[in-house]
């Protein structure tokens, strides 16, 4: 249910006026909206009254008014209060109500004339102030103390009363009794002054324009900072002075924040940012250099705007003024790029110089805050690893899970930034050196100390705002199957087991007796086929994985062991495993080594030979086979510098092994002879013993 707004009046004079209702009504409600709470204190301190108070006057009345408003819809009883007195207005049913007076704009009337006088008469339009609030005829006061000496409305004063003399200019009577109309001359003299000075103000509007547009304007947004101070002082100095003689009255629309009941602004739920309407507000007698600063702001932001320039310069001085500008601003010096401490920020940040970086800044939509084009950073030649996060297959730098998404993204962008602006300050960047100020280019000083500064102070923002990422787990279940055994992380699998969340688990299969082992695995439903076991997986979430064996056929045996680096042409010694080479059995491919060089490989009864090679390069080392049991632990070695597979090892093979000697982007497992994972002197040494020889394997015989 909602409450009671109660109109109190309050004594001009004596308190003792005061009424038992009014002084019980004030006793009585939740709370009293007083024009002037320290004067209304003194009166509640009078009767006893203690009860809280709000604010509620001219200038705060539209916000403080749906405060008050919500409060009595809720169900409280509020009593409002002026600091003395009650004002009326006689509405359209013949009833006094308590208003102040309307204050309506005026214009200059030609059509009505008293001897050829304009007059000034009000329209039907109520007038506002600058900040678009409704403007009355507000009753003033005047206080007097006992003694009747007029005081302020801050000193002992005992009666208050409100001010209704006016001072009028007295008609003269002359001896013959006739009555000189000084009043009305006087009228018709300030009337006539005043329409001429408006016409005056429209004549000389377009000059005042002008001074806006081409100084006011056009220096809005330079910052001393960017120039040489003496050089850019001239120049502000010269704006400065012909600023002073004018102002401007601005109306332009903004976003303005939406305020609940409680006085808090209203936030979005779905942006999580405070909600805005679109306003109007209205500025008068504003200095050029903030409208120029507001006018600016309306444009980048799409807002519509309209102003009104008043000056008493004339045209000629305008001209003069604006061409003196002109000349000192061409004459300041632009400092230019001056990136070096942005260029330590963007290393200190990211671990590498910006020249060894490639950037993609983030692109956003016309509301500044949307992204349509995520930021990027890529590495080139020359880059080291990354201080955060890692690069990926394709050399781009990607959280390796350690930060929070929201973070590494800012980390990711203001790097972009950084790196972009660097590469742009060395480059292209049109204003690099210093040099004079183009004031027609102003747009294009881009890279000014002011947008280095910027970016700089995110980069080290962003930096420190990386977030570590929350912890998360997954379960790895597996599914039993008959005649195979799963070991995850070396442990042989029992019971579901709790793994963090993006971490990599090792999955091993082995096959009973009579069973055989299949290169595959069910994964969460799909099949997916491995090269070899054991098997790393990455888990991003909850996983179950199913093994595949099948019976194992009485007539096969299984040879297992590994496939080596040979270190002489006739493969008798060895250094240490390869990865990705074939073993073939009767033309087909039965096993391909794993990471550890280690391979498995299930063939007919009665095969007699095996032969070890790589695909596309034939190094075809033959191995016989005797016997009808499992052979294991083999160690076979082969020659992997035979590049071109011709059975010599020659200047062909030279050239691949020179491309990636020393290099790491080029680096090839097959040039690293002693799989130390470099190619370098050692592996150099090596092939060297190999160099002009033709390999010639010896008999290799299993059984």
Same mark, same amino acid.
């Given at each position: 249910?909602?409450? &009671?707004?109660?109109?109190?009046?309050?004594?001009?004079?004596?308190?003792?006026?005061?009424?038992?209702?009014?002084?019980?009504?004030?006793?009585?409600?939740?709370?009293?909206?007083?024009?002037?709470?320290?004067?209304?204190?003194?009166?509640?301190?009078?009767?006893?009254?203690?009860?809280?108070?709000?604010?509620?006057?001219?200038?705060? $009345?539209?916000?403080?008014?749906?405060?008050?408003?919500?409060?009595?819809?809720?169900?409280?009883?509020?009593?409002?209060?002026?600091?003395?007195?009650?004002?009326? &207005?006689?509405?359209?049913?013949?009833?006094?109500?308590?208003?102040?007076?309307?204050?309506?704009?005026?214009?200059?009337?030609?059509?009505?004339?008293?001897?050829?006088?304009?007059?000034?008469?009000?329209?039907?339009?109520?007038?506002?102030?600058?900040?678009?609030?409704?403007?009355?005829?507000?009753?003033?006061?005047?206080?007097?103390?006992?003694?009747? $000496?007029?005081?302020?409305?801050?000193?002992?004063?005992?009666?208050?009363?409100?001010?209704?003399?006016?001072?009028?200019?007295?008609?003269?009577?002359?001896?013959?009794?006739?009555?000189?109309?000084?009043?009305?001359?006087?009228?018709?003299?300030?009337?006539?002054?005043?329409?001429?000075?408006?016409?005056?103000?429209?004549?000389?509007?377009?000059?005042?324009?002008?001074?806006?547009?081409?100084?006011?304007?056009?220096?809005?947004?330079?910052?001393?900072?960017?120039?040489?101070?003496?050089?850019?002082? $001239?120049?502000?100095?010269?704006?400065?002075?012909?600023?002073?003689?004018?102002?401007?009255?601005?109306?332009?629309?903004?976003?303005?924040?939406?305020?609940?009941?409680?006085?808090?602004?209203?936030?979005?739920?779905?942006?999580?940012?405070?909600?805005?309407?679109?306003?109007?507000?209205?500025?008068?007698?504003?200095?050029?250099?903030?409208?120029?600063?507001?006018?600016?702001?309306?444009?980048?932001?799409?807002?519509?705007?309209?102003?009104?320039?008043?000056?008493?310069?004339?045209?000629?001085?305008?001209?003069?003024?604006?061409?003196?500008?002109?000349?000192?601003?061409?004459?300041?010096?632009?400092?230019?790029?001056?990136?070096?401490?942005?260029?330590?920020?963007?290393?200190?940040?990211?671990?590498?110089?910006?020249?060894?970086?490639?950037?993609?800044?983030?692109?956003?939509?016309?509301?500044?805050?949307?992204?349509?084009?995520?930021?990027?950073?890529?590495?080139?030649?020359?880059?080291?690893?990354?201080?955060?996060?890692?690069?990926?297959?394709?050399?781009?730098?990607?959280?390796?899970?350690?930060?929070?998404?929201? +973070?590494?993204?800012?980390?990711?962008?203001?790097?972009?930034?950084?790196?972009?602006?660097?590469?742009?300050?060395?480059?292209?960047?049109?204003?690099?050196?210093?040099?004079?100020?183009?004031?027609?280019?102003?747009?294009?000083?881009?890279?000014?100390?002011?947008?280095?500064?910027?970016?700089?102070?995110?980069?080290?923002?962003?930096?420190?705002?990386?977030?570590?990422?929350?912890?998360?787990?997954?379960?790895?279940?597996?599914?039993?199957?008959?005649?195979?055994?799963?070991?995850?992380?070396?442990?042989?699998?029992?019971?579901?087991?709790?793994?963090?969340?993006?971490?990599?688990?090792?999955?091993?299969?082995?096959?009973?007796?009579?069973?055989?082992?299949?290169?595959?695995?069910?994964?969460?439903?799909?099949?997916?086929?491995?090269?070899?076991?054991?098997?790393?997986?990455?888990?991003?979430?909850?996983?179950?994985?199913?093994?595949?064996?099948?019976?194992?056929?009485?007539?096969?045996?299984?040879?297992?062991?590994?496939?080596?680096?040979?270190?002489?042409?006739?493969?008798?010694?060895?250094?240490?495993?390869?990865?990705?080479?074939?073993?073939?059995?009767?033309?087909?491919?039965?096993?391909?080594?794993?990471?550890?060089?280690?391979?498995?490989? =299930?063939?007919?009864?009665?095969? =007699?030979?095996?032969?070890?090679?790589?695909?596309?390069?034939? &190094?075809?080392?033959?191995?016989?086979?005797?016997?009808?049991?499992?052979?294991?632990?083999?160690?076979?070695?082969?020659?992997?510098?035979?590049?071109?597979?011709?059975?010599?090892?020659?200047?062909?093979?030279? +050239?691949?092994?020179?491309?990636?000697?020393?290099?790491?982007?080029?680096?090839?497992?097959?040039?690293?002879?002693?799989?130390?994972?470099?190619?370098?002197?050692?592996?150099? +040494?090596?092939?060297?013993?190999?160099?002009?020889?033709?390999?010639?394997?010896?008999?290799?015989?299993?059984?």
């Amino acid at each position: 249910m909602s409450g &009671i707004l109660y109109v109190v009046g309050t004594p001009i004079g004596n308190l003792s006026d005061f009424s038992p209702r009014a002084v019980e009504t004030l006793a009585n409600v939740d709370f009293i909206a007083a024009e002037d709470t320290r004067v209304t204190l003194k009166l509640l301190n009078h009767f006893d009254i203690k009860k809280e108070m709000v604010s509620y006057y001219e200038h705060n $009345k539209r916000q403080r008014g749906e405060i008050i408003c919500q409060r009595i819809l809720n169900g409280e009883n509020c009593a409002i209060v002026t600091d003395a007195g009650i004002k009326v &207005i006689k509405n359209a049913d013949g009833k006094y109500y308590l208003a102040n007076s309307v204050v309506y704009e005026t214009t200059w009337d030609n059509a009505i004339t008293t001897n050829g006088n304009p007059c000034q008469m009000p329209t039907k339009t109520q007038a506002t102030d600058s900040q678009g609030n409704l403007l009355y005829n507000q009753v003033q006061y005047v206080y007097r103390d006992a003694d009747g $000496k007029k005081v302020n409305s801050n000193e002992d004063w005992s009666c208050k009363f409100p001010v209704t003399d006016y001072t009028i200019v007295p008609n003269e009577v002359k001896s013959d009794g006739s009555i000189v109309d000084n009043r009305g001359a006087v009228a018709k003299a300030v009337d006539r002054i005043n329409y001429v000075t408006s016409i005056m103000n429209d004549t000389l509007k377009p000059a005042a324009d002008n001074a806006f547009k081409n100084i006011s304007v056009a220096r809005t947004g330079l910052n001393d900072t960017n120039f040489n101070i003496l050089t850019f002082s $001239k120049m502000t100095d010269i704006a400065r002075n012909i600023e002073k003689n004018f102002t401007v009255d601005l109306e332009y629309h903004y976003d303005k924040v939406v305020l609940g009941a409680d006085g808090n602004p209203v936030i979005d739920e779905a942006t999580g940012e405070a909600k805005t309407e679109d306003a109007v507000k209205k500025e008068l007698g504003v200095s050029p250099a903030s409208a120029a600063s507001t006018v600016q702001n309306c444009i980048d932001n799409g807002k519509s705007y309209t102003y009104v320039t008043h000056s008493s310069l004339s045209s000629a001085a305008v001209a003069e003024y604006t061409r003196l500008f002109n000349i000192f601003a061409s004459a300041a010096v632009e400092r230019g790029y001056q990136g070096a401490q942005l260029e330590k920020e963007i290393k200190c940040a990211s671990g590498n110089i910006y020249s060894t970086l490639t950037a993609t800044k983030a692109v956003y939509a016309e509301d500044g805050k949307t992204v349509t084009t995520e930021a990027s950073v890529s590495k080139t030649t020359g880059a080291n690893a990354p201080r955060f996060g890692k690069w990926d297959a394709e050399g781009k730098l990607v959280n390796d899970g350690s930060y929070t998404a929201e +973070s590494w993204t800012r980390y990711v962008r203001a790097l972009a930034a950084a790196v972009a602006l660097a590469q742009y300050g060395n480059g292209d960047y049109a204003h690099k050196d210093p040099a004079n100020f183009v004031l027609s280019d102003k747009k294009g000083y881009d890279a000014s100390l002011t947008n280095i500064y910027t970016v700089d102070t995110e980069l080290q923002a962003a930096e420190i705002a990386l977030a570590p990422a929350e912890t998360t787990n997954s379960t790895v279940t597996v599914n039993a199957v008959e005649g195979a055994t799963v070991t995850i992380n070396g442990a042989a699998y029992a019971t579901p087991v709790s793994v963090e969340t993006g971490s990599t688990i090792t999955i091993d299969v082995k096959a009973a007796e009579g069973y055989q082992v299949v290169n595959e695995l069910t994964i969460n439903g799909e099949k997916v086929t491995v090269n070899a076991f054991p098997y790393e997986y990455k888990v991003d979430g909850n996983v179950t994985i199913a093994p595949s064996v099948k019976q194992a056929a009485a007539d096969t045996i299984t040879v297992s062991g590994k496939v080596l680096i040979a270190a002489n042409t006739t493969g008798t010694k060895s250094t240490k495993d390869i990865v990705g080479i074939d073993v073939v059995a009767n033309g087909e491919v039965v096993a391909t080594t794993a990471s550890d060089g280690s391979f498995t490989a =299930t063939v007919p009864v009665g095969t =007699t030979k095996l032969t070890i090679q790589r695909k596309n390069v034939t &190094i075809n080392r033959t191995v016989t086979l005797s016997g009808t049991k499992d052979i294991s632990n083999v160690e076979i070695p082969v020659c992997i510098c035979n590049y071109n597979g011709d059975t010599t090892v020659n200047a062909l093979d030279k +050239s691949t092994f020179a491309t990636a000697y020393g290099n790491k982007d080029k680096y090839n497992i097959y040039c690293d002879l002693n799989g130390d994972g470099a190619v370098n002197s050692l592996d150099k +040494s090596t092939f060297a013993a190999f160099f002009g020889n033709k390999v010639e394997y010896a008999t290799l015989a299993l059984d």
